[in-house]
């Protein structure tokens, strides 16, 4: 019976039962609305696996080495920690994921272009990460025959977090003993979490000087248990004290391979480390449990891939939602091509002021609306020698900045503050006063923080300033500077606060980073961070 008092009410109709044709169908509320997919069917994600394997070979290095292998296995992966597992959201402020912003980038780009309407980002990611894994095997020239390749599961249905302040919890698995974690993350026992460790023979570990953990670190094989199960290399503690992050980190005698601690820790037991370095095979240092299994895998190579399948097929598995297996194509029809009226979901609900309500029920059909997890937060550290899509250098200035990495002058900077690369400028007298106009291109709101990483050495090194500028008239309204004499002589972080100057709202505005370089010194820039969704 209807409500006849004055004032608000609320009333709801419950969903219809669904046939078996309507499994499958994911429903997920964003920050901009409710989104609706019909279930994913073998070919979408056939189409999907392509586009992902083109992006990673559009990006080999001059050698031929696919670098995005790595950065988006490793992406998969810490996606899939904290509370709301594999959610399609980085905390690309915690420098234990530094480097996977830029190929997180990458990636939401192929999406939004090509996929949104079909899978989350969540479940895009996901499926990135086994398509590379497997993708990687294969570039293993000993890789023949049954089992060199496993399957790993796919399976689709998880919500994207929908704004960037979900972030997953602080995390750095590079200690000594960092097999809790695991347990606490992912139920995964010692011999489980030895086998996830796999995955370091992929890709280089995030230095300065680009170390790999084996020796083939563009394949997906067991060579990085091959090393560790080779008394000879001798691991012994590395000297890294310019990366305060490795300090716990081991190379071994040559120095031309490096291990973290949680890596040496599956073959001995560190708790106390005077009797294990150098050499944790010393007999006075206690093997760990999991060492048989790291001999075991580096003398079975398809043992540790099938392990490692299951393992991390159990990973990207995580989730808060139901998941649900791919749809063959033959066993499915869209419901718009089936007999009858089309189903309804979980309704929305309305209130009025009146005597009655009105239910508004969600009809099946197209994605209303998909949001990008990394809306409002753009990240970049110039991954492998490259600048990032939401900056561009301009062509109406006197100057070009240049992507280096490693010592360039006298001056320094010796590296990048977390990566190998970054954007630098040196002076002289014949270029002082000649200025660099850096641009972020997507700045849209009329508040935001910047975030960057400055270094300046020198005597007359240059100035550094951010400007508002609208309407195109360059470079616009100071933000802040600094001034020529202010050496540095270290990476220092750098806040510009957006709100300290509203642009006419019928003009279209723009960031500005300038550099004008002076008669001698260097100055450098490296690490933005631009968030246009809250101040500073």
């Not at 960037?164 to 979490?193: G, S, T, V, W």
């Amino acid at each position: 019976m209807p409500n006849t008092t004055a004032g608000p009410t609320t009333t709801t109709t419950p969903a219809p039962t669904t046939t078996h044709m309507d499994e499958g169908v994911t429903t997920a509320i964003t920050k901009d609305g409710i989104i609706q997919r019909e279930p994913l069917t073998r070919s979408q994600v056939n189409r999907a696996q392509v586009a992902i394997r083109k992006l990673v070979n559009d990006n080999r290095t001059p050698l031929g080495h696919h670098p995005f292998n790595a950065g988006i296995l490793r992406l998969s992966f810490h996606d899939c920690v904290g509370m709301l597992g594999c959610d399609g959201c980085i905390n690309h402020l915690n420098r234990a994921n530094s480097g996977v912003a830029f190929y997180a980038m990458q990636l939401d780009r192929l999406w939004d272009l090509q996929f949104k309407h079909s899978m989350s980002q969540a479940d895009f990611w996901a499926l990135a990460g086994i398509t590379v894994a497997q993708f990687a095997m294969e570039l293993n020239p000993n890789c023949h025959g049954e089992g060199c390749v496993p399957d790993i599961p796919f399976f689709y249905g998880r919500n994207d977090c929908g704004a960037p302040q979900f972030f997953m919890h602080e995390f750095c698995p590079i200690h000594d003993d960092a097999a809790p974690f695991f347990m606490e993350q992912f139920n995964l026992d010692p011999e489980e979490y030895t086998t996830l460790m796999g995955a370091h023979t992929l890709g280089r570990v995030n230095t300065h000087d680009g170390d790999t953990w084996d020796r083939t670190p563009d394949h997906f094989d067991n060579n990085y248990f091959i090393q560790l199960a080779d008394t000879a290399n001798k691991w012994k503690r590395a000297n890294r004290t310019s990366v305060p992050e490795l300090n716990e980190s081991w190379t071994n005698i040559n120095g031309s391979l490096l291990m973290l601690g949680s890596d040496i820790a599956i073959i001995s037991n560190l708790s106390s480390l005077e009797n294990c370095n150098p050499d944790p095979y010393r007999p006075e240092c206690p093997a760990e449990k999991t060492r048989n299994l790291v001999q075991q895998y580096a003398r079975d190579n398809k043992l540790f891939l099938s392990r490692f399948a299951d393992v991390y097929g159990r990973i990207l598995h995580k989730s808060p939602f139901r998941l649900h297996p791919i749809v063959e194509d033959t066993h499915w029809k869209p419901r718009w091509e089936r007999p009858g009226p089309l189903p309804t979901f979980a309704p929305t609900t309305t209130t009025t002021t009146t005597t009655t309500t009105t239910t508004a029920p969600i009809v099946a059909g197209p994605v209303l609306h998909s949001a990008n997890a990394l809306s409002g937060l753009m990240f970049c550290e110039f991954t492998n020698g490259v600048i990032c899509s939401f900056l561009e250098q301009m062509t109406n200035d006197n100057l070009d900045f240049e992507i280096v990495s490693g010592y360039q002058s006298p001056y320094g900077p010796r590296h990048g503050k977390l990566g190998r690369y970054f954007l630098y400028l040196r002076g002289s007298s014949r270029d002082a006063g000649k200025k660099a106009w850096l641009k972020v291109k997507q700045f849209k709101s009329k508040k935001g923080c910047l975030h960057l990483h400055r270094y300046q050495a020198g005597t007359d090194s240059g100035k550094v300033s951010v400007y508002k500028a609208y309407g195109g008239l360059y470079p616009g309204n100071l933000i802040r500077g600094t001034d020529s004499r202010d050496s540095t002589s270290n990476w220092v972080n750098e806040q510009y606060s957006l709100d300290t100057y509203e642009p006419n709202p019928q003009l279209s505005h723009e960031l500005i980073i300038e550099v004008e370089i002076g008669s001698s010194g260097v100055v450098a820039l490296d690490d933005f961070i631009f968030d246009d969704l809250q101040q500073c």
